[in-house]
């Protein structure tokens, strides 16, 4: 494994998770209001692109260059690039997470460039 490598697999299991950690404990706290239909289809994406996160660093700790996880990497950054664009909709009021969600974009961008730009 190059370093590149490195540096993918592990902001993939990073952000995948502290997406479980985020929401889980969200729950527990009941600071989600379930009985909202966007929030609770929110939450399932949040989710899925968890699981395709963690998927997809557990993948390029074991291959990382094969099909495969090069499809599993993009389609988890892809669903994280998604969440950190539509997500701030959702949180007009709190600036610290609109921000937070503005530095994720950037920084997932950019180790989707990463990924790319060292296949």
Partial sequence: MEWCDWIVGLYCLGCGVGLVVYWSASLVAHRVPLNDSVM?????????????????????FASARTG???VTVGLG???LVY??????????????IRVGLWFLLVL??????LRVATL
């Fill in 68 to 70: 495969g996880t090069l």
């Fill in 77 to 79: 950054l892809g669903l």
């Fill in 40 to 60: 609770r289809h929110h939450l399932a994406a949040e989710f899925l692109a968890a699981a395709a996160l963690i998927a997809g660093g557990i993948a390029t």
């Fill in 108 to 113: 997932t961008t950019l180790v989707f460039a």
């Fill in 83 to 96: 969440a950190a664009t539509q997500s701030p909709a959702l949180y007009p009021n709190d600036k610290q």
